[in-house]
């Protein structure tokens, strides 16, 4: 193995790393932003006849809960 190989694979492994974590921060934000909208729509007067709270939350956040 060369000098500049040595090099080369932890600078990979700490991009990758980095990558990662990043990307666990963006679902973790995602997340919070689903739940905290899920539960403000719950605190919404919606009436009875009107389109279910359930089915607003779904839309809002994109996917199921």
Do not use: C, H, W
Not at 54 to 63: P, Q, V
Request: cysteine-free.
């Amino acid at each position: 193995m060369s000098q500049s190989d040595e090099t080369e694979l932890p600078r990979y492994g700490e991009d990758v790393i980095d990558t990662l974590l990043l990307r666990r921060q963006e679902i973790q934000l995602t997340l919070f932003v689903e739940n905290n909208l899920a539960q403000l729509l719950k605190l919404l007067p919606i009436p009875v006849n009107s389109v279910d709270q359930e089915s607003l939350i779904k839309e809002a956040s994109g996917r199921s809960l």
